[in-house]
DNA sequence: GGTTAATATGTAATCGTTTGCGCAAAATAA
DNA sequence: TTATTTTGCGCAAACGATTACATATTAACC
């Protein structure tokens, strides 16, 4: 229900400037010398003479100049501005990958446009082309889920736009990339249910053809495999990874003869839901079983008992993805591609801990 | 540790483009016709014939055209880009009104330009420079925690660019607002406490002089009020609302004479410590003590028990606010300053459910 | 004193699009 | 047929900042 406001004078009279920006124009007028004086004292050219700077200077503050990026971005082919894409904005994970990214943006007065592809592919495409268009300096995108061709990041590179991409990338395109070592994270978590004293470790995975899933079951497979524990594929469940479908999957691993004494979802949703069926039949954790999961969502600290999972370095990759960006910017030499890869960190919470020191 | 890859033949050879984006000239060159033709057909001008609309549709795809927004921004004013201002964009409030702000924007083509002020004024001012220095079309911004003056969004309507405050918001300016009813969230909730069976409710608040703090204050005053029940001045503790504070909170409440029956924390963190402490002296939630919250953390959910609590309608609140902004962008009146109140929504969890129907 | 160099500023083109104005040619009206 | 309108397009000036090139002034040097 809106409340409509009663007009304040100073709206309506118009003692508000006149809306109309001040140009380098009006500031060369006021002095009478030419605009070309003015944006080279703007710009400590040393043709200009320290007087002559000062009053530019001391004029532009007066008449509140601020230039007009536009105009300067248009002229000289830069925009200062980067375009950021992700699947979804409000997910944990990307908004903080969001924020390591403005954070060094910021530093050197680069502004971040960001863009979300909801996972559609058209989506994704648009949002490449209106970012070319939008004469962004460069594109930093994580791809989405549907993604399987790329012809318009080629597009945009071959438009002189450089791309960059982090946690969801493809060999595909020529561009750095910078993601985690799912595989390592999935490894070392399994080898610390191991230790724990775990043996039939089951796992929820994903059958998409995502590399992360991929990794993250090979991750596992390789820790059972260097600890002598034969791998059963009945004790990994495929599901969407959600809360459900952690449910679902629990209640599946509980039916079987042989119960798993721990599981590894590599989702904290799933986990999560695994959780929630174990506490309502009173089956402890991590006692009976043991539970982990991956991504580190900021729930996981919360939940009863504090839920096991792997930290994905979010304001780390944003931080180094966009540094590696602007380092690559800034080189005048073709860009390097390479491939980096962040080592996740395993955040070991009562969820999985047995042993009281360890 | 990066790996370097070694360079694709594409990448070196040029193969690729020649990093030139084709312009309107380029299409008028091809068709013997002026730039101003191409323009005019590019946007469906009636003076131009469909025959060369078509050709020059055409020849648009074929050149792989992609007009240059900044070129176009610069002529006519507007970029088709509208800043967004927000402390920071990784809490899951504000990360989600964004997406809302998305949502819409995008439907009618515009880009978003997100921005974090991390609740310093002085960022929020250099923030706001820039956004207009940029030429965005407007700006929606949540206001920072330390921010009392408010020129530099006075100059930015001076300079022509309409702003338009949501969740944190001030009636200094002269701008629309859109805002939860922090109030009647507060009411609500304590009003069912009060329905069941809660009659000593305690309340965690924030001693800043932040609004929304002191209206959930009120709030809770007034339903006290409203059912009979007296204010005591002991039961409201004082905190910067964190986890630890809500620990901290919790344990002093405890060593009153007369303990609470139920806690109403300004901020779901705080409610969380309280849990926290709740369960390690093995006191009974919601039966001894019910626990009720403020924001819909998504955290939330996942607590044992989950935690009963206000839903801020984030993403609502952003569209809201986007589709405000551009009506008045649109509709070239003088802009009508407004106040929009959503009201909140009470998510009723375990964490105060006494009784089983209800 | 005349040539050269250094200093400080102006001129004008440019970035790519948009758009008011104008001008033919074609179409219609008288 | 002539007058008038309509149609289709070109011309050129914006938008504001930047910058290569030119120019004017002063200083410096032999």
Do not use: W
């Not at 559609?120 to 549907?146: C, F, H, P, R």
Request: aromatic share 6%; glycine share 4%.
């Amino acid at each position: 229900m809106p409340v409509i406001f009663p007009q304040s004078p100073a709206y309506i009279s118009g003692s508000m400037a006149d809306k109309t920006k001040t140009t380098i124009h009006d500031i060369a007028k006021k002095l009478n010398v030419t605009a070309s004086t003015v944006s080279r004292a703007l710009h400590n050219n040393p043709r200009i003479s320290e007087e002559t700077k000062k009053a530019v200077l001391k004029a532009a503050k007066q008449l509140n100049y601020q230039p007009n990026q536009i105009a300067a971005a248009l002229r000289h082919g830069k925009s200062h501005i980067i375009g950021v894409i992700v699947p979804t904005a409000d997910r944990s994970f990307f908004a903080s990958v969001v924020r390591g990214i403005e954070e060094i943006a910021n530093k050197i007065n680069y502004k971040v446009i960001i863009c979300q592809s909801y996972d559609s592919y058209e989506k994704e495409v648009q949002t490449v082309e209106a970012l070319v268009s939008a004469g962004v300096d460069g594109i930093l995108a994580s791809i989405g889920k549907n993604t399987t061709a790329f012809d318009h990041f080629k597009q945009a590179q071959a438009k002189g736009v450089p791309v960059l991409l982090f946690d969801r990338t493809t060999d595909e395109l020529d561009v750095s990339q910078v993601m985690i070592d799912d595989h390592l994270g999935a490894y070392k978590i399994v080898e610390h249910l191991i230790q724990q004293g775990c043996r039939r470790i089951a796992h929820f995975t994903n059958p998409r053809k995502i590399s992360i899933y991929k990794e993250r079951l090979r991750g596992y497979q390789d820790a059972l495999r260097d600890h002598d524990i034969p791998f059963e594929e009945s004790l990994v469940v495929e599901s969407n990874l959600q809360l459900e479908d952690g449910r679902n999957s629990m209640k599946k691993l509980l039916k079987l003869k042989k119960r798993p004494d721990a599981i590894f979802s590599a989702s904290d949703y799933g986990a999560m839901g695994a959780m929630q069926v174990l506490k309502e039949q009173k089956i402890k954790i991590p006692q009976e079983i043991a539970l982990a999961g991956f991504s580190n969502e900021p729930f996981t600290s919360f939940t009863d008992p504090p839920l096991t999972t792997v930290d994905q370095l979010s304001i780390t990759m944003g931080n180094f993805t966009a540094e590696l960006f602007f380092e690559q910017l800034q080189s005048d030499k073709k860009p390097i591609r390479q491939k980096t890869i962040l080592t996740p960190e395993i955040i070991i919470r009562a969820s999985s801990l047995r042993k009281e020191n360890n």
